[in-house]
């Protein structure tokens, strides 16, 4: 990739993607925005300092906060601390929210942009691998709360999303490799030749500068785009990204979020396909291809955790409908379908199978 690339989410926003772009960053704000909130993870300036720098340069009245690290930032108390500079700046319709970081910032400021007088313009520079495919891409916000992952948010359109690979050369490698995770879900259920490319060098894919890495992150984010374009509030085909999800957010939760989303979901991935698997909707090849995918670029395949609070955890995924579970399995490669109520049983052995 040598210019930017632009990927448009149907007519919803625009992603651009490209190598040394984070000056881009004020043609994504719309017009007429006179004053800018930089929200940033604490710890990490170096790209949020230059960001502010451009907008002031640009003569928008810049404030940054710094919000707690990593998921403590999905918190309730943190959004009423933003929701505070808002409204001590007088932030109205016309100004507008920029996040700079991983998925845990673009999630929160989102949701602060969405719920600020109800719905100010939102940009996302997001500066992890997993943001730019995955969460910074189609308006998904939230946060958590004690009962649980997501459980309070708001679908908010971003302006515009501004992903400069170029910022991945500071991310440790986990985060790198946790961002994968949400790559090979794209692989599985819309995008096989992302999977072709991870088998074929899966060295490449975690390299930050290389030519593989930014292929899947263009194969990636069209995959979300054409997902959301279809279906943005999640009322049918929106479902399919929640693959490995349903166990992936319980896993995170029951742990305290100590453990990466990507590295929860790759776990997630394999229960799905070993649920797929026991109901004959995937072959043992398939299967298996998980387990290969996921630990040739280094994510966890197996897990040993209380089963019984997995399952409570479980029964508050969004996709549940009553007491009803809801998952999302491969009906063959590419071929996501939803699988209704699964019993008890079914879901414990499918536990069992993930060893470890
Ligand atoms: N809204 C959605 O559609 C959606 C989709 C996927 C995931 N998510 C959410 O995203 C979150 C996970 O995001 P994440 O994996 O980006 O985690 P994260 O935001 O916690 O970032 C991971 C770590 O990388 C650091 N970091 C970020 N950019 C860096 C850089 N360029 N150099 C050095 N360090 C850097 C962060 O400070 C943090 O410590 C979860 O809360 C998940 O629920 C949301
Ligand atoms: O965009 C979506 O839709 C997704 O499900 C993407 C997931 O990768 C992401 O982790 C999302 O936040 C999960 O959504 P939730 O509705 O289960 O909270
Ligand atoms: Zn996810």
Same mark, same amino acid.
């Given at each position: 990739m040598s210019d930017a690339l632009t990927i448009p989410v149907g007519d919803l926003h625009d992603v651009v993607v490209g190598r040394g772009v984070l000056d881009r960053v004020a043609d994504l704000l719309p017009d007429g925005v006179r004053q800018v909130l930089v929200v940033r993870p604490e710890g990490l300036d170096r790209y949020a300092g230059p960001v502010a720098d451009l907008l002031s340069a640009r003569g928008l009245a810049v404030v940054t906060a710094e919000v707690p690290d990593a998921e403590a930032a999905k918190d309730v108390h943190v959004?009423?601390?933003?929701?505070? *500079? %808002?409204?001590?700046?007088? @932030?109205?319709? $016309?100004?507008?929210?920029?996040? *700079?970081?991983?998925?845990? *910032? $673009?999630?929160?400021?989102? @949701?602060?942009?969405?719920?600020? %007088?109800?719905?100010? =313009?939102?940009?996302?520079? =997001?500066?992890?691998? %997993?943001?730019? *495919?995955?969460?910074?891409?189609?308006? !998904?916000?939230?946060?958590?709360?004690?009962?649980? !992952?997501?459980?309070?948010?708001? @679908?908010? $359109? =971003?302006?515009?999303?501004l992903c400069d690979l170029d910022v991945l050369e500071t991310l440790p490698r986990a985060d790198l490799v946790a961002g994968l995770a949400e790559v090979v879900k794209g692989g599985f259920i819309a995008d096989p030749a992302i999977l072709d490319l991870l088998e074929r060098d899966p060295a490449a894919a975690t390299r930050w500068d290389s030519p593989a890495l930014a292929e899947l992150v263009e194969r990636k984010v069209r995959v979300k785009a054409q997902v959301v374009a279809a279906d943005l509030r999640e009322f049918f085909l929106r479902e399919v990204l929640n693959y490995g999800h349903t166990l992936g957010h319980a896993v995170e939760q029951v742990e305290g979020y100590r453990r990466r989303h990507g590295e929860a979901v790759a776990i997630g991935m394999v229960f799905a396909a070993e649920l797929g698997y026991r109901t004959g909707h995937l072959d043992a090849d398939l299967l298996a291809r998980h387990r290969r995918v996921l630990e040739g670029v280094g994510l966890p395949t197996t897990y040993s955790g209380d089963a019984d609070a997995l399952l409570v955890a479980m029964s508050r995924d969004k996709k549940a409908r009553g007491s009803l579970l809801r998952f999302v399995v491969l009906d063959g490669l590419a071929r996501p379908v939803r699988l209704e109520g699964p019993d008890e049983r079914l879901l414990r052995e499918s536990l069992a199978a993930l060893g470890g």
């Open positions: 959004a009423a601390r933003l929701w505070g *500079v %808002l409204g001590e700046r007088a @932030f109205t319709r $016309t100004d507008a929210v920029v996040a *700079v970081g991983g998925g845990t *910032v $673009t999630d929160l400021a989102g @949701f602060v942009a969405a719920t600020w %007088l109800r719905g100010v =313009p939102v940009v996302h520079v =997001p500066t992890t691998l %997993l943001a730019m *495919v995955d969460a910074a891409v189609g308006g !998904k916000t939230g946060i958590n709360t004690a009962e649980g !992952k997501n459980l309070v948010g708001a @679908f908010h $359109t =971003p302006a515009g999303v």
